[in-house]
Each structure stands twice: as structure tokens, then as C-alpha cells.
């Protein structure tokens, strides 16, 4: 294998004498006439975001059915100027999570669900607002977090999640 550095810095692969691709083995694209013909929509339309068909080529060139080219990652990387590890991550969401997720951009959808709801945020608020607890002066966020699990409002809370939610609410505890 031998590699050439990209002008901005990337580091490219070429499949000169290159051991069999793992990711290959791992995560094979084999795409239905109709997903293949849905990707070639994709490259055609006038109006379309610009990863959506860097995606939908990349897809084409990888898929390993008898019709499909079944181009090494590295070749594609080389060709549609990406890094072979995208290459790879796209591979695989398309294999694990579908073709719709494949199309968007990665890690789009592993945000993590709010710790508090409008409902806990609403009892936040209420508890920030009420007298301090006995011996304390005045309320403190680890206080506040503490108080929200106490109450059952939530399985946990870290003092960060409260800070976040009465900044954003404009609430301050001084």
C-alpha cells in the first residue's frame, strides 16, 4: 500500500498490492435495482445537497452485487476525494441502520434525549424559586440536581444538565 498525502493534509491509500479489505468483508453494500436507481436519482437532481451525492456515488462504486463495480475503499476514498475511514462509516451505516441513514450525515441521530422534559424543567424552575433548603443560604446546582432525583423526577441529573436549563431559562441562583 502506498500513501500520498492530500494537499489538505489527508492521508490517501492506494490498493496497489493492498492485503484484502476488512471493511469489505465486514460491511458489504449490495444494493436492489430500485435503491440503485433511487441513487442515481439522487446524482441527477438539480437540487440536492452536496454530501447527499458525494453519498450516493460513493454507494454506487462500493456496492458488491453482480451488476455493482465493487471498488476497494481506498480506490473510492482516491476517487470522490474522502478519507478511506468515510468510506468505511458510510459502509457501515448503510449496512446497519439503512439507506435513509447512510444519506444523511453521520452522528446526526446519536444526540443523546434530554435529561429534562419540559414537564422536569417546569419543576426545576418551581424548586430554584422556592426557599432554600434548611441551614443553606441559597440554592446551588449540585443542590438542585440532587433535589430533582430525590423527588423522583428523574433517574439522575448532573449539576451540568441544571446549569444548562436555568441559563437557558435566564435564571439565576444569586
Not at 476488512?22 to 440536492?48: F, H, Q
Not at 474522502?82 to 453521520?106: P, W, Y
Request: charged share 30%; hydrophobic share 35%; aromatic share 4%.
Amino acid at each position: 500500500m502506498t500513501l500520498t498525502c492530500h494537499p489538505f493534509g489527508k492521508l490517501r491509500a492506494s490498493s496497489e498490492a493492498q492485503p484484502k479489505d476488512l471493511a469489505n468483508e465486514k460491511y458489504i453494500v449490495e444494493l436492489t435495482s430500485e435503491e440503485r436507481s433511487g441513487l442515481k436519482d439522487i446524482i441527477k437532481a438539480e437540487r440536492m445537497a452536496a454530501h447527499k451525492r458525494r453519498h450516493a456515488r460513493i454507494l454506487l462504486k462500493a456496492n458488491q452485487e453482480p451488476q455493482g463495480p465493487a471498488w476497494k475503499d481506498a480506490d473510492i476514498a482516491n476517487a470522490f476525494d474522502c478519507t478511506i475511514k468515510s468510506v468505511e462509516r458510510l459502509r457501515k451505516r448503510l449496512v446497519e441502520h439503512g439507506l435513509e441513514a447512510a444519506m444523511d450525515h453521520g452522528n446526526r441521530g446519536s444526540y443523546r434525549a434530554k435529561k429534562l422534559d419540559g414537564v422536569a424543567e417546569a419543576h426545576l424552575i418551581a424548586t430554584a424559586c422556592s426557599p432554600a433548603p434548611h441551614g443553606r443560604n441559597r440554592w446551588t446546582v449540585r443542590l438542585l440536581a440532587e433535589e430533582m432525583v430525590s423527588l423522583g423526577i428523574v433517574d439522575s441529573c448532573s449539576k451540568s444538565t441544571v446549569h444548562n436549563t436555568l441559563k437557558k431559562t435566564n435564571l439565576s441562583l444569586t
